[in-house]
């Protein structure tokens, strides 16, 4: 028994070693699209910092705000006179003879005091414009936030599909390599046996070696597709990860028209939104200058205790310590800048009008890429339907040629020419379900959908 618990001990060490010295590398993860959009807004980097944004603009918005609250501060003071200034009198207020002086020392060579003072504004224009701006900026950040949301949602479909496109390009290259190998060894033995020319096996040969090039590449992509999701999901680019959906039925899936239907309300827009923000802040600077022709009022009051002495007696419970206290209240009102602040007001103003003219061109922006969006994805979609007939043609070609090289009808470099045309064709519907998805991803963001749907 003693034994058993001796190799459960040291079992126990043994996978809790393992376990602790297990990289972050060796992380198995596997994701639909959905849940890798939901994984990647929670966090990936961009998601992480976006928030972290946020939250300092709520630190900022409270230091604004705390500008109007009561502040306090405390001072503490402990002065040691080296030397004594020296004060000069007449001669006969000490008793001297008059026209003379007499060098006289006022006051201790030791002092301490301690002294507290709050300090409250009571009126400031500025001040009040500050607590606007402040939440002005944190909506900015929150919608800031969002827009970083949509951008990566949008990466996240982008780096999915081109995973499934390089894996499905992978299969293709490995099953055109098969076959072909195969057409060149029969070829190759039919010209050992004297019953073809040569050039039917080199131009099969020519073929196989580019598609054997063509998938060393695919499967490199593959690696790097796969490294650039995980860099976009937020996790280590060297992690174990797998994607559940598959490329033809996320391919249907995003066929769906009915986003192309949904009313584009601009001001849902995002990029609307921050192009607002930015007029608002012009707005906001014209409101501050004025303000600055506004008196400034705020008070103080103090109180302090002070001890003097020519030794350093202070922590003595015998020793005098004197009361103080202050009541004060300052008005500071501008009268006369040299028209200084006439003309920041001005400049002010100018920058306003500018930004206003620059909110029209961000609206008439944001409705042409709508506009462009919608087009790019039903074009993706009708190039979609185009690549899939032409594949369905490319392979009824290539399997007549096979039939009519088999048969002694077609020669070897006919064959390569239908090949070559299928392997183009079966590319470009790879491509253009990839464009169906990216397309539609590109639309859904102008429409601000952060959150999949």
Known sequence: MKNNLWLFCLGWLCITTIQAQQSPTDSIYSFTLNEAIEFALENSYQSINARRDVAKALKRKWETTADGLPQISGVIDYQNQLKQPVTLIPGEVAGGNPGTFVPVVFGTKQQASATATLNQLIFDGSYLVGLEAAKSFLQFNNDSEEKVLLEVKKGVINAYGSVLVAQESVKILQNNASTLEKNYQETKTIFENGLAEEEDAEQLQITLLQIKNQLSNAERLEEIALQMFNLAIGV??????????????????????????????????????????????????????????????????????????????????????????????????????????????????????????????????????????????????????????????????????????????????????????????????????????????????????????
Do not use: C, H
């Open 236 to 453: 280590d680019v060297n992690s174990n990860t797998t994607l559940s959906d598959d490329l033809d039925s996320l391919t249907m899936k995003n066929m769906d028209q009915s986003v192309t239907t949904t009313p584009f309300i601009m001001e849902n827009n995002v990029d609307y939104r921050l192009a607002f923000l930015l007029t608002e802040q012009r707005r906001l600077e014209l409101k501050l200058e004025k303000s600055r022709a506004l008196p400034r009022l705020s008070a103080f009051v103090n109180y302090g205790t002070s001890a003097f002495d020519n030794d350093f007696v202070f922590f003595d419970s015998d020793t005098r310590w004197f009361q103080s206290s202050v009541l004060g209240v300052s008005l500071n009102i501008p009268i006369f800048s040299s028209l200084k602040r006439s003309a920041r007001s001005q400049q002010a103003k100018i920058a306003f009008e500018q930004s206003n003219t620059d909110f029209i061109r961000a609206q008439q922006e944001i409705q042409l890429q709508y506009n462009s969006a919608i087009s790019d994805y039903k074009l993706s979609i009708e190039n979609f339907d185009t690549s899939k007939q032409n594949l369905a043609l490319a392979e009824r070609i290539e399997k007549k040629n096979q039939i009519k090289y088999s048969e002694g009808l077609a020669t070897s470099f006919d064959l390569r020419q239908a090949q070559l045309q299928l392997y183009s064709s079966q590319s470009e519907v790879l491509q253009t379900m990839l464009d169906i998805i990216n397309k539609k991803a590109a639309l859904e963001t102008i429409l601000n959908t952060p959150k999949n749907k």
